[in-house]
């Protein structure tokens, strides 16, 4: 197995770049995967080279083998100028306004945000004294008219967390750059295989690693990757002076699992299509929120921006009681009830937006819930819903 220039390895398809990156057999023994490297203390050897910090790495909290090779498997697929790894997908949200938002500054939040990403923007940013205001995330262009003359950064989320709200990323993008202005994106829905975010002008993308690219729900990891060097090098500096290390065992975990992603996603995309489909035709259902669905609001710019979904949507009950859903969601025995997503097993989870939403509050006929569609026979998941059908009947 020889080693291929850069440039070369640069034109193979994504399948062949993501069994390839951030691996050497030649620099792990002969083995075929990069080696789990512990470590805080790296030795050198002298004193000359230790002054000058002489080293291939230098110390821990710096970065170390297993990371190397996870950040080159993300970068692969992100295309940007280097990626950063986190200890979880949140800290990937959170730390690219540490990094580029200083007190004074303004920043602008869609409000289909990741809900802990806005917790953290209403207490901690607030208090390090940046202003934060959210914005409807069906905005694009006229975002434009929001921004002030502090604003440094909007963050987009796209389709929104539980809500599925598509946005313009480049129509927002566009506006943004000719201001000066960042555009970042939490791409966790799409991951870069689908949403080719750096492309359509974003300039910092995150991805909660927890979900697709670890894949199995047994690792908290994320990722920031930036778009230019300039960016990229800003970004690493508060990585290393934050402390953000990512154990190895994480990171050796989420490259496994990153070898198979395009895989998965590829099971899972029609796997959910087919479901939201299934969903829409019940009477039961009053919609399915899904923007691969040819009736969703935000299809247009999905099927224009988009090469892909994830298995992750939403959908709304006809006028129906609480008590009656739970009677349908409690007796499943497939699904799974809790957050997070992107394993391979399947999940539902009931939501309320409205609790906390700030500029725009959907209108939803009857209760919501987001459903997760993993690697199992569809038949069996369609059976396991069908049978909660019955008992939301019978409840009702
Ligand atoms: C899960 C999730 C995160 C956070 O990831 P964790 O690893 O669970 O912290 C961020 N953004 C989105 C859209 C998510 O769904």
């Not at 949403?195 to 991805?207: E, K, N, P, R, W």
């Not at 490259?255 to 796997?271: D, H, V, Y």
């Not at 026979?377 to 369609?382: C, F, I, Q, W």
């Given at each position: 197995?020889?080693?291929?220039?850069?440039?070369?390895?640069?034109?193979?398809?994504?399948?062949?770049?993501?069994?390839?990156?951030?691996?050497?057999?030649?620099?792990?023994?002969?083995?075929?995967?990069?080696?789990?490297?512990?470590?805080s203390t790296v030795i050198y050897p002298n004193t000359e080279d230790f002054l000058a910090r002489k080293a291939r790495y230098t110390y821990g909290t710096h970065g170390n083998p297993t990371l190397d090779a996870l950040e080159a498997a993300a970068n692969t697929i992100e295309?940007?100028?280097?990626?950063?790894?986190?200890p979880s997908g949140l800290l990937a949200c959170t730390l690219p306004f540490l990094a580029f938002l200083s007190a004074g500054d303004h920043v602008l939040v869609t409000d289909s945000v990741y809900r802990p990403t806005r917790n953290f923007c209403?207490?901690?940013?607030?208090?390090?004294?940046?202003?934060?205001?959210?914005?409807?995330?069906?905005?694009?262009?006229?975002?434009?008219?929001?921004?002030?003359?502090?604003?440094?950064?909007?963050?987009?989320?796209?389709?929104?967390?539980?809500?599925?709200?598509?946005?313009d990323i480049p129509a927002i993008a566009k506006a943004a750059a000719a201001r000066g202005i960042l555009t970042m994106m939490d791409n966790t829905w799409a991951t870069p295989l689908y949403f080719d975010s750096h492309a359509f002008g974003v300039d910092i993308s995150v991805q909660a690693g927890t979900k697709y690219?670890?894949?199995?729900?047994?690792?908290?990891?994320?990722?920031?990757?930036a778009r230019t060097p300039e960016l990229?090098?800003?970004?690493?500096?508060?990585w290393e002076e934050l402390g953000v290390i990512v154990a190895p065992e994480d990171a050796f975990l989420t490259l496994r699992g990153m070898r198979t992603m395009a895989i998965r996603l590829k099971e899972q995309m029609p796997a959910g299509i087919e479901m939201a489909k299934w969903l829409q035709a019940r009477p039961e259902i009053a919609r399915v929120l899904h923007p691969a669905l040819p009736e969703d609001p935000g299809h247009a710019l999905w099927k224009r921006d988009f090469t892909g979904a994830s298995s992750l949507f939403a959908f709304e009950f006809a006028p129906v009681s609480m008590k009656a859903v739970a009677a349908m969601l409690d007796g499943l025995t497939l699904f799974g009830m809790g957050a997070s997503w992107g394993g391979y097993e399947s999940l539902v989870l009931p939501f309320d937006c409205r609790a906390y939403r700030t500029a725009t509050t959907p209108d939803y006929?009857?209760?919501?819930?987001?459903?997760?569609?993993?690697?199992?026979?569809?038949?069996?998941?369609?059976?396991?819903?069908?049978?909660?059908?019955?008992?939301?009947?019978?409840?009702?």
């Amino acid at each position: 197995m020889k080693k291929l220039p850069s440039s070369e390895f640069a034109r193979l398809g994504t399948r062949t770049r993501l069994a390839l990156a951030g691996r050497d057999p030649s620099d792990s023994y002969g083995f075929v995967n990069p080696p789990i490297v512990r470590g805080s203390t790296v030795i050198y050897p002298n004193t000359e080279d230790f002054l000058a910090r002489k080293a291939r790495y230098t110390y821990g909290t710096h970065g170390n083998p297993t990371l190397d090779a996870l950040e080159a498997a993300a970068n692969t697929i992100e295309g940007g100028a280097g990626v950063v790894v986190t200890p979880s997908g949140l800290l990937a949200c959170t730390l690219p306004f540490l990094a580029f938002l200083s007190a004074g500054d303004h920043v602008l939040v869609t409000d289909s945000v990741y809900r802990p990403t806005r917790n953290f923007c209403d207490s901690f940013l607030k208090r390090m004294g940046v202003e934060v205001s959210y914005y409807d995330p069906l905005v694009g262009a006229d975002i434009a008219k929001l921004f002030q003359p502090n604003t440094k950064a909007v963050w987009t989320e796209a389709p929104g967390s539980q809500t599925f709200e598509m946005q313009d990323i480049p129509a927002i993008a566009k506006a943004a750059a000719a201001r000066g202005i960042l555009t970042m994106m939490d791409n966790t829905w799409a991951t870069p295989l689908y949403f080719d975010s750096h492309a359509f002008g974003v300039d910092i993308s995150v991805q909660a690693g927890t979900k697709y690219y670890a894949g199995h729900s047994d690792v908290l990891i994320g990722t920031i990757s930036a778009r230019t060097p300039e960016l990229y090098k800003t970004l690493r500096k508060a990585w290393e002076e934050l402390g953000v290390i990512v154990a190895p065992e994480d990171a050796f975990l989420t490259l496994r699992g990153m070898r198979t992603m395009a895989i998965r996603l590829k099971e899972q995309m029609p796997a959910g299509i087919e479901m939201a489909k299934w969903l829409q035709a019940r009477p039961e259902i009053a919609r399915v929120l899904h923007p691969a669905l040819p009736e969703d609001p935000g299809h247009a710019l999905w099927k224009r921006d988009f090469t892909g979904a994830s298995s992750l949507f939403a959908f709304e009950f006809a006028p129906v009681s609480m008590k009656a859903v739970a009677a349908m969601l409690d007796g499943l025995t497939l699904f799974g009830m809790g957050a997070s997503w992107g394993g391979y097993e399947s999940l539902v989870l009931p939501f309320d937006c409205r609790a906390y939403r700030t500029a725009t509050t959907p209108d939803y006929k009857g209760p919501t819930v987001r459903i997760h569609i993993g690697l199992e026979n569809l038949e069996d998941l369609k059976a396991d819903l069908e049978a909660g059908f019955a008992r939301l009947k019978a409840a009702s």
